[in-house]
């Protein structure tokens, strides 16, 4: 029993001479396991920007996820997705909208997206029942595939005008 554990305590502490060795560098052993678990929970993280009404995930894409009751739409109902959103600390450049993201929202007449966006989501902006226009650059977005009408981008309700602009 007291070579096991000798052996064990051993190479325990092997094992935490070498994190510690490697975070040296970086300010020691705690903020080397804590940039670890941050950057293992970073992918699955989804931040709200409160000022734009816009739920976001940060990861090799920054994808709209989602709206808030906040969403910030003109009065006559125009809205232009964001180019850029902001965790309160950072900001990030849109690329992305994702799956699902504006679902349901009804306050969306006329909507531009700019070119900054490279892909639209499945039923992105499915039953937007009051969108009735559609303002994006075909060559730089892409959409989702849409050949089956349930997972249709702007799906919905009503017909949408899609107005692509080919720069």
Not at 12 to 35: E, K, R, V, W, Y
Not at 75 to 103: L, M, R, W
Not at 113 to 125: L, V
Not at 134 to 158: A, I, K, R
Request: proline letters at 1%; glycine letters at 8%; aromatic letters at 10%.
């Amino acid at each position: 029993m007291k070579k096991t554990f000798t052996k064990t305590t051993a190479l325990f502490m092997a094992i935490m001479m070498l994190l510690g060795s490697a975070a040296a560098g970086a300010g020691g052993f705690a903020q080397a396991l804590d940039t670890l678990s941050v950057r293992a929970s970073a992918a699955d993280t989804e931040y709200t920007d409160t000022a734009q009404g816009i739920k976001f995930k940060a990861d090799s894409a920054i994808v709209i996820t989602g709206y808030t009751d906040n969403l910030r739409v003109g009065a006559d109902g125009s809205y232009t997705i964001p180019t850029k959103v902001s965790n309160g600390t950072t900001e990030y450049n849109v690329t992305q909208i994702g799956s699902g993201a504006f679902n349901g929202c009804t306050k969306i007449k006329n909507l531009t997206i700019p070119e900054g966006i490279t892909y639209i989501g499945s039923s992105a902006f499915k039953s937007c029942t009051s969108l009735q226009t559609v303002n994006y650059n075909s060559n730089s977005c892409e959409l989702y595939d849409t050949t089956s009408e349930y997972y249709s981008v702007f799906n919905g309700d009503t017909a949408v005008e899609t107005r692509q602009s080919k720069q």
